[in-house]
């Protein structure tokens, strides 16, 4: 069946700009992850989302980045005012149902580039 | 704070070699334990999940290992391969939400 999907693939703004970044999620896939793969910096987690609440919103960098899931499926991932620091790939993951016993399936990543 | 370190950073082989990935964690309450693999401009590839009550898992040429108390876990490939080559991750969950925390990954590289 169909992976995580996301859009765009690569995406090139330039500071001061707002961009959406979207995740499409296997279906049936109750919970919905965002991770951010900075040079140097290495995965973080950013956000976590059982259906469509967002119980853990403590890796958000700032209050520039916000998300949300829409019908327990497509979520979108904010971020308002780029910055150069905000440059990285933004990777999405979905399982089963949330929580820690399941495998995560991730999505190819969004390339953010702002110049 | 839980932190993931991967060694080495790197590691060139040639085919045919087996070879071991090693991951350390500072805090042993974890629940489970994913190793995945990153190829070029992709996203990750799970690779085999070891819940915290379980020593190892096995996939085709890949076994894994978890020795939860020392904070420990290797990836072992057998007979490795050109195909073989992309950046190895590990990963634990520590929270029952089940968020990831990474390390920082093993580049490999299996020369013809």
């Known amino acids: 069946g169909a992976g995580v999907s996301q859009s765009p693939s690569n995406k090139v703004t330039e500071k001061g700009k707002d961009v959406e970044l979207r995740c499409d999620p296997i279906s049936g896939h109750t919970a919905l992850y965002w991770y951010r793969q900075s040079l140097g910096q290495g995965l973080e987690f950013l956000i976590y989302?059982?259906?469509?609440?967002?119980?853990?919103k403590s890796g958000l960098p700032s209050d520039r980045f916000s998300a949300e899931r829409t019908g327990g499926s497509v979520s979108t991932l904010t971020i308002q005012r780029t910055q150069q620091e905000d440059s990285a790939v933004y990777l999405c993951a979905s399982s089963l149902v949330g929580g820690a016993y399941y495998e995560q399936y991730f999505g190819p990543g969004t390339r953010l580039t702002v110049t | 704070k839980q932190e993931v370190t991967q060694i080495p950073a790197a590691l060139s082989v040639p085919e045919g070699e087996n070879l071991v990935l090693n991951c350390s964690f500072t805090?042993?309450?974890?629940?489970?334990l994913q190793w995945f693999r990153q190829d070029p401009g992709k996203g990750l590839t799970s690779l085999l999940l070891?819940?915290?009550?379980?020593r190892e898992q096995t996939s085709g040429r890949l076994n894994a290992s978890l020795d939860k108390s020392s904070g420990r876990s290797t990836l072992y490939i057998a007979a490795s391969q050109p195909g073989d080559s992309a950046t190895y991750l590990c990963?634990?969950?520590?929270?029952?939400?089940?968020?990831?925390?990474f390390g920082k990954g093993t580049k490999l590289s299996v020369k013809p």
């Open positions: 070891i819940q915290s009550s379980q």
């Open positions: 989302f059982q259906g469509n609440s967002a119980p853990d």
């Open positions: 990963a634990v969950r520590i929270g029952s939400q089940g968020n990831l925390i």
């Open positions: 805090d042993s309450a974890i629940y489970n």
